[in-house]
């Protein structure tokens, strides 16, 4: 068995309106298929899905709109001074750089400002208001944030300067008091579509000042929509879909340089290339240091000074890394060793010294450690205060959570699923608790078992190039908009071995009766140890195109497997234990030795913790394996004594060694014709004495002196003859007895069965014997997914 890391939630088609899709609209199986599970299920919204309406929605439809755009080409005739404030993440620095870019082009005097996020903290701030004031500026308009701040909008009005807010977090229940607020989700909002980034929302300002769509800006919009993980539909769609080709072939001074630091091809960007790429060397700055270097960056009008910028900007971004790693590992390690946090359903983790810019990422990988709510705090002792940021499951609206608890939190914002948070040291314990408590009252156990949505099941033979360049239309992908996530079941993996300078990553076939696909498993190369082959096995993952040698062909992007029934790993004949045991996990299994003396023989003693030895069918009918993995090291002493072990219980894995000390089939196993001339030879004799001739004789007849030891044995124990001390005397007129009655007969022939069926089988021979030990009474677990 092979466990699957998540529950998998499948979504369940419908055959009817997929067929009617495919009639109408000439789609493959598997495309028409998975626009049904995710709710296109009529032509009419499939071609909107995959042809998004060219026009973007009307910018005056924003609430205040027209009194924004009104004041600011006041300011510009009138010369006054105005300035962006800005955000310090990708989101707020491309939203800065948006809105300055064209003010400037309009001929305003406009500047921008950016908080610090050590010093000043998200968001507008009655210092930096007043400093502004003071420098002579006149208008604020704030971008990507500002819908949280009251007392600074009313700060604003004292020193009279006029405050303009764009923005996309959520709104409270009372809005500033200020010019204008261009927000699509304020309550007396029309706006058709309410989840547009801050760079969205932006850009719509912008669209409103120039009278057009400025596409020489929408590569921006594209970053810092993508980057703040708004769902990718609707305008969001539309602006990330009509960049990506901007992108490959822009001459943007600072984004060619930043992508030449990424180590990005530019004319194969894509949003992926954003997520991981662009947007967290786009963060960096701001999270260590000032996100005022990335808007110069983008301003720059000079080849070697944006080189110069990107190559600082990458540098800070290595540090970055190396920063949040070791802040998650004391993270991890205060979390796992501390019983504080054992009944903990929200985690909250603080401590001095750590760095306020990166909790966040932080915050990430605990949830993908622990799959809990987390808060991340860094703690100042000198002012008392303690920076958070805070990352949720699905199930638990932090936002909403947070809201509850706003008397302890002076300044807090954010997402259902992300928020920042700034408080008192003091008040960090009882925030702990009261979320804890709104956790209990809203969660039960399931909502903590990590879930995989996964667009729906498909048959290996539905998959094939056309079919996957059909499912490629449903790029950009994105939040709400994933890569299809598809489910194949009941397939092998005939082919599989790690691949990669450190042999981290995972190169299979998968196939069934019928088809056979390519697939690759980036950093699962473990798992190539617990495949066996002809294992029945499900897989989760993306379809892709791979192109080689000017060659494509689809290709399988493994993201998780399950296999539940029993797997057969095979190392016979393989004699050093210490070559391969380490692959057997060391949870969950045991060791069985049949006999005593394997023990000395294979030097096991460094084993003993995990060794059971099988005395007789009794010790192995008791001996509990039932969901583990086990290792027969040595070949059982009998048929029976295998069964007693296997029979009906549950085990996962069973890897066969079968060691033999002396193989029987190798030795010669005497015929009748062979028993009645020894018979003979006793009877002419009389009296033989087997310690003084025995050796004589088998060199006589060219036998081995074990043989002939079996075949007076046998004759021993059917009363032919009699032994004592090595001689043997024939009885007069025995008995007739057949050669079978004999134990040791009996118990040869059984080994020798034994050895054909366990050491001298192919692969498949023994797993169908083994299956047949087990008995149907193994039945399969239940599958991984709900």
């Known amino acids: ?107 305003a005097d406009a500047d921008f400002y950016i908080p610090n996020r050590f010093t000043e903290g998200y968001g507008p701030n009655e210092k930096a208001f007043r400093t502004l004031k003071e420098a002579g500026y006149h208008l604020i308009i704030t971008v990507d944030n500002g819908i949280a701040g009251i007392h600074e909008a009313k ?14 977090h959520e709104p409270g229940p009372e809005l500033p008091d200020c010019l204008a607020i261009i927000h699509p989700k304020r309550a007396d909002s029309n706006y058709p579509f309410k989840d547009l980034a801050g760079v969205g929302v932006a850009f719509k300002l912008v669209t409103a000042l120039l009278g057009k769509v400025p596409e020489e800006l929408l590569p921006f919009a594209a970053i810092g929509t993508i980057a703040d993980l708004v769902p990718l539909k609707d305008e969001n769609r539309l602006i990330v879909k009509k960049a990506l080709p901007l992108l490959q072939s822009s001459d943007h001074f600072g984004l060619k340089a930043l992508m030449r630091v990424a180590g990005i091809n530019q004319q194969e960007l894509n949003e992926e290339s954003i997520s991981f790429g662009l947007a967290p060397r786009i963060n960096a700055p701001g999270r260590l240091y000032h996100a005022g270097m990335v808007v110069d960056l983008f301003l720059a009008n000079d080849k070697d000074e944006a080189e110069q910028l990107a190559h600082e900007i990458n540098e800070i971004n290595k540090e970055r890394q190396e920063i949040v790693d070791k802040i998650t590992v004391e993270a991890i390690e205060e979390i796992s060793q501390s019983s504080n946090y054992i009944d903990d359903q929200v985690i909250v983790v603080g401590k001095e010294g750590w760095h306020a810019g990166v909790i966040g990422i932080v915050a990430s990988r605990l949830v993908e450690k622990f799959y809990r709510p987390v808060i991340v705090f860094s703690f ?35 997402h259902p699923i ?102 690759i498993g980036f950093h699962m190369g473990d798992l190539a140890d617990e495949i066996s082959p002809l294992s029945k096995a499900s897989v989760i993952g993306e379809l892709a195109i791979n192109e080689w040698n000017h060659v494509s062909k689809p290709q399988f992007i493994l993201k998780d ?25 060391e949870k969950s299994s045991k060791l069985i030795v049949f006999r005593k003396s394997t023990v000395n023989q294979m030097n096991l003693s460094e084993f003993a913790a995990g060794l059971e030895i099988i005395h007789s069918e009794a010790s192995a009918k008791n001996c509990d394996i039932d969901g583990m993995n086990i290792v027969l090291i040595d070949l059982p002493q009998s048929k029976k004594q295998l069964e007693s072990l296997l029979a009906g219980k549950q085990v996962a894995r069973i890897y066969a060694h079968f060691y033999q000390d002396d193989i029987e089939l190798l030795n010669t196993m005497p015929t009748r014709e062979h028993f009645k001339w020894m018979y003979a030879f006793l009877h002419k004799k009389g009296v033989f004495d087997f310690r003084r001739y025995g050796a004589e004789l088998a060199k006589y007849k060219g036998w081995s002196l074990h043989t ?64 047949r030990f087990i008995g149907t009474a193994n039945m399969k677990e239940a599958k991984a997914w709900i």
């Open 155 to 168: 700060v604003a009005k004292e020193i009279g300067i006029d405050l303009i807010i764009t923005d996309h």
């Open 561 to 585: 497997i399950c296999i539940d029934e029993w797997q057969l790993f095979d190392y016979r004949g393989n004699r050093r234990i210490d070559q391969w045991i380490h692959q057997v996990p």
């Open 418 to 519: 992300a928020a920042g948070l700034t408080m008192k040291i003091s008040d960090v314990p009882e925030l702990r608790e009261r979320l804890n408590r709104l956790a209990s009252e809203q969660l039960d156990e399931e909502d903590f078992i990590p879930v995989t949505e996964v667009d729906g099941m498909i048959p290996l033979e539905d998959i094939h190039l056309q079919s996957v360049k059909e499912l490629l239309q449903f790029a950009p992908f994105g939040t709400e908009n994933p890569k299809p996530l598809l489910l194949i079941n009941d397939i092998q993996l005939p082919q599989i071995k790690k691949v990669g300078a450190d042999k981290n990553h995972l190169k299979a076939i998968i196939e069934n009766h019928s088809a056979q696909l390519d697939c």
């Open 1 to 107: 068995m092979l466990q699957a890391k998540t529950r998998w939630a499948v979504r369940e088609g419908n055959r009817q309106k997929a067929e009617q899709l495919m009639n109408e609209l000439q789609l493959t199986p598997l495309v028409a298929n998975l626009l049904v599970n995710r709710g296109l299920d009529t032509a009419e919204s499939v071609k909107k899905f995959l042809n998004p309406d060219e026009e973007f929605h009307h910018p005056f439809l924003l609430h205040d709109m027209d009194i924004c755009v009104e004041r600011i080409f006041q300011a510009i005739r009138n010369r006054e001074r105005m300035v962006v404030y800005g955000d310090y993440d990708a989101d707020g620095v491309t939203s800065t750089y948006v809105l300055l870019k064209t003010l400037r082009e309009l001929g």
């Open 380 to 414: 100042d002792q000198a002012t008392g205060l303690a920076k958070g940021s805070a990352r949720s499951i699905p199930k638990f609206n932090m936002y909403q959570n947070l809201f509850q608890c706003k008397e302890l939190l002076p300044h807090f914002g954010g």
């Open 708 to 771: 002939i030891k079996f075949m007076l044995t046998v004759f021993f124990e059917l009363n032919f003859v009699t032994m004592d001390n090595g001689i043997l005397s024939v009885i007069k007129n025995p008995s007739k007895r057949d050669l079978s009655e004999s134990k040791t007969y009996q118990l040869r022939q059984e080994i020798i069965q034994l050895e054909k069926e366990l050491l001298f089988s192919s692969y498949k021979q023994l797993k169908n014997s083994l299956d």
